[in-house]
């Protein structure tokens, strides 16, 4: 247990420099090291997709992750989104159509969302479902969340019209 | 909305209308949604402080074994470790026990951590306190248990007879309680009826699984040897009290905060052992402790739901009118009796509620809870509800298709009628008016039900097969302190109090005890005193789920918070604008009865004279030249509500299923609510309830078991094995509402946020065993696991292949 790994990553546009234990996960690193504690840990086996964070663009769950993995990376958390004075655009989505009721699972759909949005054509709300069922939330039995996404969905074609 | 209408109002009510927006109805945005959605909330486990340690539990790998010994020197030696401790370091708090009225109750005793023997495998036994977690679980690993496993009855049914092994020994049997309701002569009744149906139902355990697992951090105050528990709770005033009596503290030295709260569904809603040990430790070390449990900890020591064997029979006439209803309820309770809701919760709800809303004339309900090694069941969404509810559509659909006629049909011929409210059911349940028939007729209609049974015939005769089910219920929600007083428990939860004041800067600040984790609390009772006092709702902090800001209250739990916390809102908040109508009058020199309130402003009705709140406060307050020395009243009012009985909350659902002959993957086609929850105060809120709690229902009905094996293991302990919907299963969830009559209370409200998982189960168990009705397959379990539903059609099938 005592080797110390040095890394080095960009999280949220800041550069990182840190050495931690070989063991320590992503999720951990995050929350307790760094004190960017939007990222939760519902599950701690890769389930649920509360801990999930973008790692170099693509979805990762934090919780799987060790912080060793990620030398060299970038991270986004949902602290990257927008801010309680501004919220972005999937934040007012999700506002606007209660999307969310206790809010712990929240920053792991967002960044569900954030990604499905640049990659999926979401053309029906079939494949918004199939989209979210990685991520797990016990309060809003998801009709909110894909009304959201949907709201979303069309607002981008409509713009790329 | 802050601009002063220029007009002279006139003292017409639409003109004061505009003046003050009404809120209580709108889907008014939620105030706790910015920092939820940008990572800026704060759960318990995000909170740190200095010289911190952390918390791990060695739980019991036994459901059912004395404790040789326990040797921790090991754990004890790993650098990094605080402490290790086992029961003995507890031993100067006092057994906790769960005491009721009830006649012949037997209370268990518990203590924080198991000492001679353990009762349940995920039941604490030792401590370690360190440095950091990962820390803390290698010294777990070091510790050693000495066991001598003891015989187990596993099953309720087993447990329940005389020689089964006894899990606490003092008590002498492990049946905790027995009662019986009855209602005029149901054996008589039920012999003589021209028809019966009857069947043995089981309703497995389930996990409340709230998305944030349980946690807590104890920080002491050695400044005042006091100590503040932060924690995933949905009763933080429940826990002070008891609390304060566990560690003799007084309450002026012991806060018990809810921060933001991932969830709880019940499962938040019991006193636990890593609370006590967490604040122990915290006040023996002299240092703040933090427990976070894993996943699989939660699945295997928060309380659990449900758990009953329901043996059930349903007499009637020729005409498909109901005449009597016998149940016999055994209640697996688990091993511990759980503070304060006790081990009778659960199972007596399910015979209290099992006539539901239909006009049967004899009834007898017989219940016992027996315990059993398996983690204690407590509160869970619905509480006893899903499971009567689950049993008695499940005899009215089988009623009907005994008598060929229509379960709609059937279910509006025995619906208690509107002219017959206030009604009392065979448990001695009373139903206040409520939409029980408008709202039947208003799901088959919304849903278009014969088309529905067209489709059906269609696709019967195209050798698929598609089902369709329906749920009615009434549940008793809001419940006042004459009904609560009903079972004997150590607590008072039928009243709730409100303190609400305005500041020297004219901001208006509302405390509640009630303790939101994602009922939208701090949004509903913002737009409640905003509507009365007539601010906007996000000139409104509320202030909830802290101790230590009110001097007595219980938290959030049995579709409660809206009726009382909205209740004791609306009164205060009255006594309240009286006050500030007083104020302004000497202000604006009009008489009181002339004076409005409306968007922040204090106005003489008709007139264009007006002062803001600011200006009040600062005459009350700070400007000591403005008002005669008996006029500057204290901007502050407290008020309690008390609804005294309870309120009737009902709905239908209805659910259309499709399942593949080939894989029998069933799928929810369609899924219709129609509801009546009295005034709304949020309908975006009213939905999201609605939707939340369907979606536990359909993990109930298809998914969710909390398997444990003959020897009382946990087979389905992590999120692989024990599986929960996702956004792929959840059907689009269409909800209709209706307000029939208004229930007498301040607001009108009916408590709702329950009833989702309450109707979903039996919907779905109809809608199977509709679609399955050609093979002669009805569902008695659940959920309908896949594995169930296998065994099911393929013994029907097999039992088809014999007979040919």
Same mark, same amino acid.
């Given at each position: 247990?005592?080797?110390?790994?040095?890394?080095?990553?960009?999280?949220?546009?800041?550069?990182?420099?840190?050495?931690?234990?070989?063991?320590?996960?992503?999720?951990?690193?995050?929350r307790?090291?760094l004190?960017?504690?939007?990222?939760?840990?519902?599950?701690?086996?890769?389930?649920?997709?509360?801990c999930?964070?973008?790692?170099?663009?693509?979805?990762?769950?934090?919780?799987?992750?060790?912080?060793?993995?990620?030398?060299?990376?970038r991270?986004?958390?949902?602290?990257?989104?927008?801010?309680?004075?501004?919220?972005?655009?999937?934040?007012?989505?999700?506002?606007?159509?209660?999307?969310l009721?206790?809010?712990?699972?929240?920053?792991?759909?967002?960044?569900?969302?954030?990604?499905?949005?640049?990659t999926?054509?979401?053309?029906?709300?079939?494949?918004?479902?199939?989209?979210?069922?990685?991520?797990?939330?016990?309060?809003?039995?998801?009709?909110?969340?894909?009304?959201?996404?949907?709201?979303?969905?069309?607002?981008?074609?409509?713009?790329?019209? | 909305?802050?601009?002063?209408?220029?007009?002279?109002?006139?003292?017409?009510?639409?003109?004061?209308?505009?003046?003050?927006?009404?809120?209580?109805?709108?889907?008014? *945005?939620?105030?706790?949604?910015?920092?939820? @959605?940008?990572?800026?909330?704060?759960?318990?486990?995000?909170?740190?402080?200095d010289?911190?340690?952390?918390?791990?539990?060695?739980?019991?790998?036994?459901?059912?074994?004395?404790?040789?010994?326990?040797?921790?020197?090991?754990?004890r030696?790993?650098?990094?470790?605080?402490?290790?401790?086992?029961?003995?370091d507890?031993?100067?708090?006092?057994?906790?026990?769960?005491?009721?009225?009830?006649?012949?109750?037997?209370?268990?005793?518990?203590?924080v951590?198991?000492?001679?023997?353990?009762?349940?495998?995920?039941?604490?036994?030792?401590?370690?306190?360190?440095?950091d977690?990962?820390?803390a679980?290698?010294?777990?690993?070091?510790?050693e248990?000495?066991?001598?496993?003891?015989?187990?009855?596993?099953?309720?049914?087993?447990?329940?007879?005389?020689?089964?092994? @006894?899990?606490?020994?003092?008590?002498?049997?492990?049946?905790?309680?027995?009662?019986?309701? +009855?209602?005029?002569?149901?054996?008589?009744?039920?012999? *003589?009826?021209?028809?019966?149906?009857?069947?043995?139902f089981r309703?497995?355990?389930?996990?409340?699984?709230?998305?944030?697992?349980r946690?807590?951090?104890?920080?002491?105050?050695?400044?005042?040897?006091?100590?503040?528990?932060?924690?995933s709770? *949905?009763?933080?005033?429940?826990?002070?009290?008891?609390?304060s009596?566990?560690?003799d503290?007084?309450?002026?030295?012991i806060?018990?905060?809810?921060?933001?709260?991932?969830?709880?569904?019940?499962?938040?809603?019991?006193?636990?052992?890593?609370?006590?040990?967490?604040?122990?430790?915290?006040?023996?070390?002299?240092?703040?402790?933090?427990?976070?449990?894993?996943?699989?900890?939660?699945?295997?020591?928060?309380?659990?739901?449900?758990?009953?064997?329901?043996?059930?029979?349903?007499?009637?006439?020729?005409?498909?009118?109901?005449?009597?209803l016998?149940?016999?309820?055994?209640?697996?309770?688990?091993?511990?009796?759980?503070?304060?809701?006790?081990?009778?919760?659960?199972p007596?709800?399910?015979?209290?509620?099992?006539?539901g809303?239909?006009?049967?004339?004899?009834?007898r309900?017989?219940?016992?809870?027996?315990?059993?090694?398996?983690?204690?069941?407590?509160?869970y969404?619905g509480?006893?509800?899903?499971?009567?509810?689950?049993v008695?559509?499940?005899?009215?659909?089988?009623?009907?298709?005994?008598?060929?006629i229509?379960?709609?049909?059937?279910?509006?011929?025995? @619906?208690?009628?509107?002219?017959?409210?206030p009604?009392?059911?065979?448990?001695?349940?009373?139903?206040?008016?409520?939409?029980?028939?408008?709202?039947?007729d208003?799901?088959?209609?919304?849903?278009g039900y014969?088309?529905?049974?067209?489709?059906?015939?269609?696709a019967?005769?195209?050798?698929?097969?598609?089902?369709?089910?329906?749920?009615?219920?009434a549940?008793?929600?809001?419940?006042?302190?004459?009904?609560?007083?009903?079972?004997?428990?150590?607590?008072?939860?039928?009243?709730e109090?409100?303190?609400?004041r305005?500041?020297?800067?004219?901001?208006?600040?509302?405390t509640?005890?009630?303790?939101?984790?994602? *009922?939208?609390?701090?949004?509903?009772?913002?737009?409640?005193?905003?509507e009365?006092?007539?601010?906007r709702?996000?000139?409104?902090?509320?202030?909830?789920?802290?101790?230590?800001?009110?001097?007595?209250?219980?938290?959030?739990?049995?579709?409660?918070?809206?009726?009382?916390?909205?209740?004791?809102?609306?009164?205060?908040?009255?006594?309240?604008?009286?006050?500030?109508?007083?104020?302004?009058?000497?202000?604006? +020199?009009?008489?009181?009865?002339?004076?409005?309130?409306?968007?922040?402003?204090?106005?003489?009705?008709?007139?264009?004279?007006?002062?803001?709140?600011?200006?009040?406060?600062?005459a009350?307050?700070?400007?000591?030249?403005?008002?005669?020395?008996?006029?500057?009243?204290?901007l502050?009012?407290?008020?309690?509500?008390?609804?005294?009985?309870?309120?009737?909350?009902?709905?239908t659902?209805?659910?259309?299923?499709?399942?593949?002959?080939?894989?029998?993957?069933?799928?929810?086609d369609?899924?219709?609510?129609?509801?009546d929850?009295?005034r709304?105060?949020n309908p975006?809120?009213?939905?999201?309830?609605?939707?939340?709690?369907?979606?536990?229902?359909?993990?109930?009905?298809?998914?969710?078991e909390?398997?444990?094996?003959?020897?009382?293991?946990?087979?389905?302990?992590?999120?692989?094995?024990?599986?929960?919907?996702?956004?792929?299963e959840?059907?689009?969830?269409?909800?209709?509402?209706?307000?029939?009559?208004?229930?007498?209370?301040?607001?009108?409200?009916?408590?709702?946020?329950?009833?989702?998982?309450?109707g979903?189960?039996?919907?779905?168990a109809?809608?199977?065993?509709?679609?399955?009705?050609?093979?002669?397959?009805?569902?008695?379990?659940?959920?309908?696991?896949?594995?169930?539903?296998?065994?099911?059609?393929?013994?029907?099938?097999?039992?088809?292949?014999?007979?040919?």
């Open positions: 247990m005592s080797t110390r790994i040095d890394i080095t990553l960009t999280v949220n546009g800041e550069e990182i420099v840190e050495t931690v234990e070989p063991r320590m996960l992503l999720s951990d690193f995050l307790d090291r004190g960017l504690t939007g990222t939760h840990v519902g599950c701690e086996h890769g389930v649920c997709g509360a999930t964070v973008r790692l170099n663009g693509v979805t990762a769950r934090a919780c799987l992750t060790f912080a060793a993995q990620v030398d060299g990376a991270i986004e958390t949902v602290e990257h989104l927008g801010t309680v004075a501004s919220l972005n655009r999937i934040q007012q989505a999700f506002r606007k159509h209660h999307a009721q206790c809010g712990f699972c929240t920053p792991g759909f967002l960044m569900t969302v954030q990604e499905m949005l640049e999926l054509p979401l053309e029906t709300d079939e494949e918004i479902r199939d989209a979210l069922s990685g991520n797990i939330c016990r309060c809003t039995g998801y009709e909110h969340i894909v009304r959201a996404v949907r709201e979303l969905a069309d607002e981008r074609e409509g713009a790329a019209a | 909305m802050n601009d002063l209408p220029r007009k002279p109002l006139g003292p017409d009510a639409d003109a004061l209308a505009s003046a003050r927006p009404k809120y209580v109805g709108k889907a008014v *945005q939620r105030l706790e949604d910015p920092r939820l @959605l940008t990572g800026a909330g704060r759960y318990t486990a995000d909170i740190r402080a010289r911190m340690v952390h918390a791990a539990f060695l739980r019991s790998e036994q459901a059912h074994a004395r404790i040789k010994s326990i040797d921790c020197e090991a754990a030696g790993l650098p990094g470790v605080t402490g290790v401790y086992t029961a003995a507890f031993a100067g708090i006092p057994v906790i026990k769960a005491p009721s009225r009830m006649r012949d109750y037997r209370a268990t005793s518990c203590t951590l198991a000492s001679e023997k353990v009762r349940y495998v995920g039941e604490p036994v030792a401590v370690v306190i360190a440095r977690r990962y820390i679980e290698d010294a777990l690993a070091l510790i248990v000495d066991w001598e496993p003891l015989d187990v009855a596993a099953d309720p049914e087993s447990a329940a007879y005389d020689g089964a092994p @006894l899990l606490h020994d003092e008590l002498g049997t492990n049946i905790l309680f027995e009662r019986v309701f +009855e209602t005029g002569e149901p054996d008589d009744a039920m012999a *003589q009826a021209p028809h019966r149906v009857s069947g043995r309703m497995h355990r389930k996990s409340p699984l709230a998305i944030e697992p946690s807590y951090v104890a920080e002491p105050d050695r400044a005042n040897d006091g100590l503040t528990l932060y924690g709770t *949905q009763i933080p005033g429940i826990l002070r009290d008891i609390l009596g566990l560690l503290l007084p309450g002026s030295r806060r018990v905060v809810a921060p933001d709260v991932g969830g709880g569904f019940g499962g938040k809603g019991s006193l636990y052992p890593e609370e006590i040990a967490v604040c122990a430790l915290a006040r023996r070390l002299g240092r703040t402790v933090k427990w976070v449990s894993d996943r699989s900890e939660d699945l295997a020591s928060t309380s659990q739901g449900f758990d009953e064997i329901i043996e059930a029979e349903l007499g009637f006439d020729d005409d498909g009118a109901l005449i009597a016998k149940g016999r309820v055994t209640g697996d309770i688990g091993a511990y009796s759980i503070y304060p809701w006790t081990a009778a919760l659960e007596v709800q399910v015979v209290s509620f099992l006539p809303p239909y006009r049967i004339p004899h009834y309900g017989e219940v016992k809870g027996v315990a059993t090694p398996k983690p204690p069941t407590g509160p969404r509480v006893g509800r899903p499971a009567s509810v689950f008695t559509e499940r005899l009215i659909d089988m009623a009907a298709a005994h008598l060929g229509d379960p709609a049909g059937m279910r509006r011929k025995n @619906l208690v009628a509107e002219d017959e409210f009604y009392r059911i065979g448990s001695g349940i009373v139903w206040d008016r409520s939409g029980f028939a408008e709202c039947l208003e799901a088959c209609s919304r849903i014969e088309g529905l049974r067209k489709l059906q015939r269609e019967r005769a195209a050798g698929r097969w598609y089902g369709i089910g329906i749920a009615t219920y549940e008793l929600t809001g419940i006042g302190s004459r009904i609560s007083v009903a079972p004997g428990m150590p607590i008072n939860t039928g009243t109090t409100a303190s609400i305005v500041d020297s800067t004219g901001a208006v600040t509302a509640f005890a009630v303790a939101s984790h994602g *009922q939208s609390l701090e949004t509903t009772l913002a737009q409640i005193v905003a009365e006092l007539g601010v709702p996000e000139d409104v902090r509320i202030v909830q789920g802290d101790s230590g800001a009110t001097s007595h209250g219980t938290g959030t739990y049995a579709s409660r918070s809206a009726v009382l916390g909205g209740g004791a809102a609306i009164v205060t908040s009255r006594v309240l604008r009286d006050k500030i109508k007083r104020v302004a009058s000497h202000l604006l +020199e009009a008489a009181v009865e002339d004076i409005e309130t409306g968007n922040g402003r204090v106005f003489v009705a008709g007139t264009d004279k007006s002062v803001t709140f600011a200006e009040v406060a600062h009350v307050y700070s400007d000591m030249r403005a008002l005669p020395a008996e006029a500057r009243e204290n502050e009012a407290s008020e309690s509500y008390d609804p005294v009985t309870g309120t009737t909350t009902t709905a659902h209805i659910a259309t299923v499709r399942i593949d002959p080939e894989t029998l993957a069933v799928s929810i369609r899924y219709l609510v129609a509801e929850c009295g709304m105060i975006l809120v009213v939905d999201g309830q609605v939707h939340g709690g369907v979606a536990q229902g359909v993990g109930a009905a298809l998914l969710e909390l398997s444990y094996d003959e020897t009382g293991q946990l087979l389905t302990g992590s999120l692989a094995d024990y599986t929960v919907p996702t956004a792929a959840v059907p689009p969830i269409e909800v209709f509402h209706l307000e029939t009559e208004l229930p007498g209370n301040p607001g009108g409200f009916r408590g709702m946020g329950e009833g989702g998982t309450i979903a189960p039996a919907a779905i109809n809608a199977i065993s509709d679609a399955l009705s050609p093979l002669g397959v009805g569902v008695t379990e659940l959920p309908v696991t896949p594995e169930r539903l296998f065994r099911l059609v393929s013994e029907a099938r097999n039992k088809t292949d014999t007979e040919k």
